[in-house]
């Protein structure tokens, strides 16, 4: 399971100080690598309803693009997140050109659209694929998805979305058993501050919210698990039954193990350390041998880290990975 077949990449070897599965992960918030300015021109995605979402166009380093990769972030969903920016550098190497997606409610996109994503938000995600395909002026496109952007990725493939590949990286293909990992008491201190994180982005939202959303994000019984946000804001706003309606509903694995066949070419990077989403989904994967599917499982890298021996400016060993096979992939 550490290397899909036929393929010949380096193993991960994290480096000091990175140590661990907590420092893996929080790598980035500790200490952010330096990034070269924002490149790319705006591209504004209409999705119905008078909303729009923002996404940034980097061109490759050099010469015309071999193909176009769009990258979904995970929670937080902007576009200008570090990991994001980072393996926009690494497809750019690869002369790849990007489109680095704001969801829905993020980033600088958050005044173009009311409301808050989801974790199968196709609505959303169908106009920006159909988008894309006009800016690859008939080349091929791909995706890569981080963290949940991985599960929005696969939900819209899985409905009827058109991609020439796919790379999810540390991606929940099972939703209930995800929020109760993070409800462990060692990921406490991570519940909250993403917790914290999306009552913030949904109270940012513009276009208001109805009393009774604003009452129950600022109240006193505010919430404080990512469960409780999500059964107050995102089942309703999306018009499941309840939170458990919605963790059922979104979670791919299910329909990844009845339709087999159903990708594109697809990559699947996840650390089996990993402290947020269990492996135990990617694992299910492997063991299921779904054509086209191919896993890389390292025992260790945390949750979106892979801070490896040799890493540079242009990438972690996750946004090496997933140049290289991309380029094999799609880059001709």
């Keep these: 399971m550490n290397l899909p077949p036929g393929e010949n990449f380096e193993p991960f070897r994290h480096r000091l100080p990175w140590l661990g599965p907590d420092l893996q992960t929080l790598r980035d918030t500790l200490r952010s690598p330096r990034q070269s300015p924002k490149r790319g021109e705006p591209v504004i995605v209409n999705v119905g309803s008078g909303d729009r979402l923002l996404g940034w166009l980097d061109p490759p380093d050099q010469g015309e693009p071999l193909a176009l990769v769009l990258v979904v972030p995970g929670l937080g969903g902007t576009a200008d997140s570090m990991g994001v920016r980072r393996l926009s550098l690494a497809l750019r190497g690869a002369g790849l050109a990007v489109l680095r997606l704001n969801l829905r409610g993020a980033g600088a996109g958050r005044t173009l659209a009311k409301g808050t994503y989801a974790a199968q ?3 959303d995600l169908l106009p920006v694929l159909q988008r894309a395909r006009q800016l690859a002026k008939g080349r091929p496109l791909a995706a890569v998805g981080l963290s949940l952007g991985g599960t929005m990725l696969l939900n819209v493939v899985l409905a009827q979305g058109q991609l020439d590949a796919l790379v999810c990286l540390s991606s929940p293909l099972d939703l209930a058993a995800c929020i109760a990992q993070i409800e462990q008491f060692r990921n406490r201190p991570y519940e909250r501050w993403l917790t914290r994180r999306l009552c913030h982005q949904t109270l940012a939202d513009p276009f208001g919210l109805s009393e009774p959303e604003r009452l129950a994000l600022t109240g006193p019984r505010r919430p404080t698990r990512i469960r409780h946000f999500d059964a107050l804001i995102t089942a309703p706003r999306w018009h499941y039954r309840s939170v458990e309606h919605y963790y059922a509903e979104v979670s791919p694995l299910p329909q990844l193990l009845r339709q087999p066949g159903g990708l594109p070419p697809t990559l699947v990077v996840h650390a089996q350390d ?6 135990a989904g990617a694992t299910a994967l492997a063991q ?9 499982l390292p025992s260790r890298g945390g949750h979106n880290g892979f ?3 040799g890493d540079g400016p242009a990438g972690c060993w996750s946004d090496r990975i997933t140049a290289h096979w991309l380029g094999q992939k799609v880059g001709g």
């Design 121 to 123: 938000c196709n609505s």
């Design 274 to 279: 990993d402290p947020w989403v269990p492996v």
């Design 307 to 309: 801070h490896a021996v």
């Design 288 to 296: 299921a041998r779904l054509p086209g599917v191919e896993l890389l």
